[in-house]
């Protein structure tokens, strides 16, 4: 075979996966780094799944979103104090809310190619560590004190300080193209989509309940490890029933009459970190391994929010994925009754309801609700940004296997910047 001949792919294995439960913002990890819960989450992999050997693993890759400078190199600093290979490759990767499921695709495809063997993949986000810039005004007069060939010239640049230039650039939760948070843009395809209140705190009462049940059973036991207190996800209630969340006052789409988008039916800003391990199935075999699932196809999307269709829902910020999932399964020929489970990123209770409604306008069959985040999701576990996709994709995984047969589930989320990246996992 020619060298420059297409080179055949293999199947990429889902092996395990190991997060840190998730905790709501300055709280029990106020003081904790991207790169400590990160490490934690990854440590808490290689005990699992033993990896402590020289070249263990061929390439770590994770990210973050909220990032200080410090953390330029998070992923390779990162390994240098796990116990991991100190040898081990790293890179950092970012695509906002789809880091983490991006992270596990960069891997997979390296594994698929022949390139390495074996990767972990994963994210880590601290809300409460989120860093604060220097007020641009008073960054701008230090720069021109640095420039200052004499010192009466850097004396007369600091001059020009003022008490107000004292006040540092605390992060803003909004589109940079729009000023609009998130939470403001959600409201706007809630609306465009007609998502009701009632529908919105019912889906997030049962993602409660159901993670709540996932943790009862067992589910989380090898997927989850214990850090600075928490044995569970933070964020997690029980109890919570659309009753008690029909109680709470919208907070988001106050502009608009009768808003509907609550603290309860929104994810809470999180910190967390989640890892994920994925290999060849000769690596697997050689270890005797069971696969717990194998990532078979993966599709990224984009919509323009700003100039788009905004109004209408079709290119609200969250909508990506109304478009990726579609391309993914006509690619991949299957439709929405090929899949036994579906998880959608709960970054908002009504944007999981207008992506269910966008796939149907293009011709997907309804979703089985009782096949929609059967473990719970972002609304009950929280959203570290970057850790959420290797969460999904470890606990897909775990949920495949459970089944003891074949089985295969489908993974959507949006992200940040009109983006979305979504995956199927399969068990053969």
């Not at 049962?206 to 569970?232: C, K, N």
């Not at 008690?244 to 609550?262: E, I, N, Q, R, S």
């Not at 940004?385 to 089985?407: K, Q, S, W």
Request: aromatic letters at 4%; one cysteine or more.
């Amino acid at each position: 075979m020619s060298p420059l001949a297409p080179q055949p792919t293999r199947r990429v294995a889902v092996l395990g996966g190991a997060r840190v439960p998730f905790a709501r913002s300055d709280g029990p990890y106020a003081t904790a780094s991207n790169q400590e819960m990160l490490t934690a989450a990854l440590d808490g992999l290689v005990e699992r799944h033993g990896l402590q050997g020289p070249g263990a693993v061929g390439e770590f890759v994770a990210g973050a979103v909220l990032k200080h400078s410090r953390d330029f190199n998070l992923a390779r600093e990162t390994v240098l104090g796990s116990t991991l290979d100190p040898r081990t490759p790293a890179y950092d990767i970012q695509q906002a809310c789809g880091t983490g499921l991006q992270a596990v695709i960069a891997a997979a495809n390296k594994i698929a190619l022949g390139q390495i063997e074996s990767a972990v993949a994963g994210g880590a986000d601290t809300a409460s560590d989120a860093p604060l810039g220097v007020n641009d005004r008073l960054r701008r007069i230090l720069l021109e004190a640095r420039r200052a060939k004499s010192t009466g010239a850097r004396l007369k640049a600091l001059g020009k300080i003022r008490p107000g230039h004292l006040a540092p650039d605390i992060p803003r939760n909004a589109e940079p193209r729009t000023g609009l948070s998130m939470g403001e843009h959600a409201a706007v395809t809630a609306r465009a989509w007609g998502i009701s209140r009632e529908e919105q705190d019912v889906l997030a009462a049962a993602s409660h309940q159901r993670l709540a049940a996932a943790y009862e059973r067992g589910l989380f036991q090898d997927l989850v490890i214990p850090f600075r207190g928490l044995a569970r996800d933070q964020n997690l209630r029980p109890g919570s029933t659309p009753e008690k969340l029909a109680a709470l006052k919208p907070v988001f789409g106050l502009d608009a009459p009768g808003p509907t988008m609550t603290a309860g039916n929104s994810t809470p800003l999180t910190d967390g970190a989640a890892t994920v391990l994925l290999a060849s199935e000769e690596w697997a075999e050689a270890r005797g391994v069971e696969p717990l699932a194998y990532l078979t196809a993966y599709e990224t999307a984009a919509v323009d929010f700003v100039g788009g269709d905004v109004a209408g829902g079709e290119d609200g910020l969250l909508m990506a994925p109304a478009y990726a999932v579609p391309r993914m399964l006509e690619r991949a020929g299957l439709g929405i009754g090929d899949f036994d489970l579906v998880e959608i990123h709960e970054a908002f209770a009504s944007q999981v309801l207008a992506t269910l409604a966008a796939w149907e306008k293009r011709g997907l069959a309804p979703v089985d609700r009782a096949r929609l985040n059967v473990a719970g999701s972002s609304l009950a576990t929280g959203h570290p940004f970057a850790a959420t996709g290797a969460r999904i994709v470890a606990t897909l995984a775990t949920l495949l296997a459970e089944r003891e047969g074949p089985g295969r589930g489908l993974i959507s989320v949006c992200a940040a910047g009109g983006q979305g990246v979504t995956a199927i996992l399969e068990r053969t």
